[in-house]
């Protein structure tokens, strides 16, 4: 690259004539970086130039002004949120210390808390909670949504409260997901929906709200209907600007593809992300797309690949030791293992998983495992052992109170392995019909202090 | 066993920078106010009010926001949109041209901004060489036209559109710079 730069006028000659004095002008502006950055600037300008709206509009757009009122009320505002968020602060923290049976009637006392600020205050300290003890951020969020209403009386912007009550439903509707009460919270989103469109209908409001109603159709095993709702939010991420959500909701929109059955495609689409999931140092969302990205490829019986990413995941989730996900990328290695022929080492490896999953209180989870080392077993000709780990699934599942016919169903396999006689194929059938049953949080017990 | 995807959004601590919405108010509005009236023809005055309760919501969300200027932008669109579309409005829009302001056109906002500039550097720019620049960008003269407008010489003329580029230009890039 040549040190020597042309002036602006002979680079400006040259932009808008095509023509060159000296004749190297061109070979100097695409070797040049600041010549390049000089053309490609001056080219935005010109074409802008050329457009017949610059010198038609109305220039008193141009300089038109904010009116001081509506500043002075932005100001007001936002400096009495800050106070009002900074006075509830003290108090959550003190009411949250005490048993929650005390929460709702010390929350309705407490004056702190009956503004603006201290609803946000209480819905932010809901959603910090609500992925340890989605019971305790249910009384939260929805002692917030009854705060709200208490709100409409006091000098508030009119769509401040509405959109309030809207984003306090939305979280009560996050809380029921982790309770997987699916259909409760997909009900009580259409109430947040009507709140914000009373309110100021915001892009980023609505655009939470699809997030939410799809994550909980995504579970209900609506797929179909969470699918378009995905892709709307995606977009909407984007237009606001938000790389890491629109990746995030685009690698949920990949998982909802493995579960209509598009293997290839889910992997696409999640290869097509990692990079930039990674330039966000979003680690939860990395990890969990590397597990999934081994869980599809086990699908399609690549084991190499699924062990790559199943090592990945498992690095990754080791250092954010989310205990829950780093059980199931475990699993999906012991599978990998099973799957590329190494039976005794995949099944000492299901051993340990499905205690882990059963010491964590996810009993059907765990049970899942187990039919997968009743089935290899049966593989690996150890029968007495197929009736042992069948006997053990029926009693875990009566001691956890498990549906009735999970219980059937593992009591149907424990009678066909006792008389010789259970088959490959009973297994995945007991198998599809244990995958109904959730495994998530609902397990989990509130916090009573 | 396919693991989904568990973030909420929701704000996790409380909204910070409250002294930046401010800022970004008078930054803004004229790229807002643009979009809302001259884009979507939603009426002066009802933009301003659109405009106002775009900030009011960003008070909500300065804590998640992460680019501001894509952020209010898509958010005056959406509201803009909103407008034409909600209940009880008597005038009409016709689709054509909510679809055509679609900022799903990852490059609206920014030709917009440009424009804006353009618009703002001509009102700073010498009278002559608006006129100049008029003659050529807007009225398509060639610089023979040019010359016999300004009664000069062609090859003068040449030069005067040259000169009146640059310093256009050089403005835009200072324009440019401050918004930043």
């Not at chain 1, 290839?264 to 969990?288: F, H, N, P, Q, Y």
């Not at chain 1, 053990?392 to 001691?399: E, H, P, S």
């Not at chain 2, 016999?148 to 090859?155: A, F, M, Q, S, Y």
Request: hydrophobic share 40%; charged share 25%.
């Amino acid at each position: 690259m040549s040190d020597i730069h042309y002036d602006d006028e002979t680079l400006i000659e040259f932009f808008t004539t095509g023509v060159s004095e000296p004749a190297d002008v061109q070979e100097h502006v695409n070797s040049c970086r600041q010549c390049g950055a000089f053309r490609s600037s001056f080219e935005t300008f010109a074409v802008a130039l050329a457009d017949p709206a610059v010198w038609q509009t109305n220039t008193e757009v141009l300089f038109a002004l904010p009116k001081e009122a509506k500043l002075q009320e932005v100001r007001e505002l936002a400096s009495r949120f800050d106070a009002e968020e900074a006075d509830a602060d003290g108090e959550i923290s003190t009411i949250v210390g005490r048993p929650s049976s005390e929460w709702r009637s010390r929350f309705a006392s407490s004056a702190p808390l009956h503004t603006v600020g201290g609803v946000r205050k209480l819905i932010a300290t809901a959603h910090e909670m609500v992925d340890h003890n989605p019971t305790d951020a249910m009384i939260l969020a929805s002692t917030a949504t009854a705060l709200c209403s208490k709100l409409q009386g006091i000098c508030y912007p009119q769509t401040i409260a509405a959109d309030l009550m809207g984003t306090a439903l939305k979280e009560q509707a996050t809380a029921l997901r982790y309770l997987g009460r699916y259909e409760e919270g997909l009900v009580l989103l259409k109430e947040a929906e009507a709140c914000f469109y009373r309110g100021s209908a915001s892009l980023a409001d609505l655009t939470d709200l699809d997030f939410q109603r799809a994550c909980l159709l995504f579970y209900a095993e609506r797929i179909p209907e969470a699918i378009p709702i995905m892709r709307r939010a995606a977009l909407a991420y984007r237009q606001l600007g938000d790389s890491k959500r629109f990746q995030q909701t685009r690698a949920l929109e990949a998982a909802a593809a493995l579960k209509t059955g598009e293997v290839r495609g889910a992997i696409a689409l999640w290869l097509s992300l990692v990079d930039g999931i990674a330039l966000e140092s979003d680690l939860d969302t990395l990890a969990t797309t590397l597990g999934n990205l081994g869980q599809a490829y086990l699908m399609l019986a690549d084991f190499e690949e699924a062990g790559k990413y199943f090592h990945q995941a498992l690095q990754l989730q080791k250092e954010l030791g989310l205990q829950p996900h780093l059980m199931r990328v475990r699993w999906g290695l012991a599978r990998t293992l099973v799957g590329t022929g190494e039976w005794e080492a995949g099944l000492a490896r299901l051993r340990e998983t499905a205690v882990e999953f059963e010491q964590a209180g996810m009993f059907s989870t765990s049970g899942l495992v187990k039919l997968e080392i009743a089935e290899l077993l049966l593989a690996m000709g150890k029968g007495p052992e197929v009736v042992a780990v069948c006997s053990d699934l029926v009693q875990q599942f009566r001691a956890a109170g498990m549906a009735t016919s999970a219980i059937t169903a593992a009591a149907y396999l424990q009678e066909a392995a006792s008389s010789g006689h259970v088959t490959a194929a009973m297994f995945k059938s007991v198998r599809e019909r244990l995958e109904d049953v959730p495994s998530l949080p609902k397990s989990r017990s509130p916090k009573t202090s | 066993m396919i693991a989904a995807y568990h973030q909420n959004f929701a704000p996790t601590e409380p909204p910070k920078g409250y002294e930046r919405v401010e800022e970004l108010y008078r930054l803004f509005f004229n790229l807002m106010l643009y979009l809302s009236s001259q884009r979507f023809k939603v009426p002066e005055t009802d933009a301003e009010s659109l405009i106002h309760e775009v900030f009011l919501s960003f008070l909500a969300h300065s804590s998640e926001v992460r680019d501001p200027r894509a952020w209010l932008v898509g958010s005056i669109c959406h509201a803009s949109r909103h407008y034409w579309r909600g209940n009880g409005r008597t005038e009409s829009i016709s689709d054509e041209v909510l679809k055509r302001a679609d900022p799903s056109a990852p490059e609206l906002a920014d030709t917009v901004a440009t424009r804006i500039l353009v618009q703002e550097l001509l009102f700073h720019l010498h009278e002559k060489c608006r006129h100049t620049l008029r003659l050529k960008y807007f009225e398509g003269c060639s610089a023979i036209e040019v010359a016999r407008e300004l009664e000069t010489t062609p090859r003068y003329a040449e030069k005067l559109i040259r000169k009146c580029l640059k310093r256009a230009h050089q403005i835009y890039l200072d324009l440019k710079g401050n918004k930043r």
